[in-house]
């Protein structure tokens, strides 16, 4: 795509992980920051690390100064500062309002719409730490855009300015999309620290170093053969092996603070033999012979 909007004033709301990020990476396109919200002292050490000489203001007034606001606020916290700030009259008909949350569309600018505000949806599909290594991260990275279709190629372009690949997303798909993106990413940590819990336990003092090589090559092999590559005793059909994982798992739960390992170990095995079958890798009477195991 080669897209270059018209420079413009932005107005950052909040300074977040991800609003300070894509500010800095806007501004580094050639925008004017006019202004950026900080209320904790996280965000405002984050705001002035990586957004320089731009002014903290109040919400209401960014949005007064700003041709572009961006609204980079959990979601839960979405549909309240856009009522908030509809109803201090912050907004005009004309101005663009961008949100970089996952799970809504532009439907959540209903209010700011019914005054002529144009509302649209861009998400970046990458985890955050907050520092400047973010923006380099931002080079490729795949963002969700949604919109009317008259002002999509708009948020189409900046996503190009900052580097990333715009793919747009239906308005009625932006559920499932975020939580695809949530089930792969948050719940890989909770299995990781499940991993790193039990290496511990037995004397293992780097249990995330130990397991580096094995997960980043499981990681890699998923990322580029998809369920292809899936490989242990569940694809075996080793019932004897999950029966003495589930064993010592039991025997684990009772000393440590560990039932809930016990749970997910026991329902991810379920649905990747389940999988299997639907592969033909697992044949009927393995996947019974695994579920009774399971479950017994």
Request: proline residues 4%; negative net charge.
């Amino acid at each position: 795509m080669n897209l270059k909007p018209a420079r413009l004033k932005i107005g950052i709301i909040s300074a977040g992980k991800v609003g300070a990020v894509l500010g800095a990476a806007l501004r580094g396109a050639g925008h004017e920051i006019v202004g950026v919200h900080a209320v904790s002292e996280a965000s405002r050490d984050r705001a002035e690390t990586l957004l320089a000489g731009v002014p903290m203001m109040d919400a209401a007034s960014i949005a007064r100064a700003a041709e572009l606001l961006l609204l980079a606020v959990p979601d839960d916290e979405l549909p309240g500062v856009i009522s908030g700030l509809t109803a201090t009259g912050s907004l005009k008909a004309g101005q663009l309002l961008i949100h970089t949350s996952g799970r809504h569309g532009t439907d959540i600018f209903a209010p700011a719409t019914a005054l002529g505000a144009i509302g649209l949806a861009i998400h970046p599909a990458m985890t955050f730490t907050g520092l400047s290594l973010d923006i380099d991260r931002l080079n490729g990275t795949s963002f969700a855009v949604t919109g009317p279709s008259l002002y999509l190629p708009i948020a189409q372009a900046l996503v190009v300015e900052m580097g990333g690949e715009p793919v747009f997303i239906a308005e009625a798909d932006r559920a499932i999309y975020h939580t695809a993106l949530a089930h792969a990413a948050n719940h890989l940590m909770t299995i990781l620290g499940q991993s790193q819990q039990m290496l511990a336990s037995i004397g293992i003092e780097n249990p995330s170093g130990y397991m580096e090589p094995l997960v980043k090559a499981a990681l890699d092999n998923a990322l580029r053969q998809g369920e292809n590559a899936l490989t242990g005793p569940v694809a075996r059909g080793d019932v004897n092996t999950l029966g003495a994982h589930l064993k010592a798992l039991n025997e684990y739960a009772e000393h440590e603070n560990a039932a809930d390992i016990v749970e997910s170990y026991r329902t991810l095995a379920e649905s990747t033999a389940k999988r299997a079958h639907n592969r033909s890798l697992l044949s009927d009477e393995q996947l019974g012979r695994i579920l009774k195991q399971l479950y017994s």
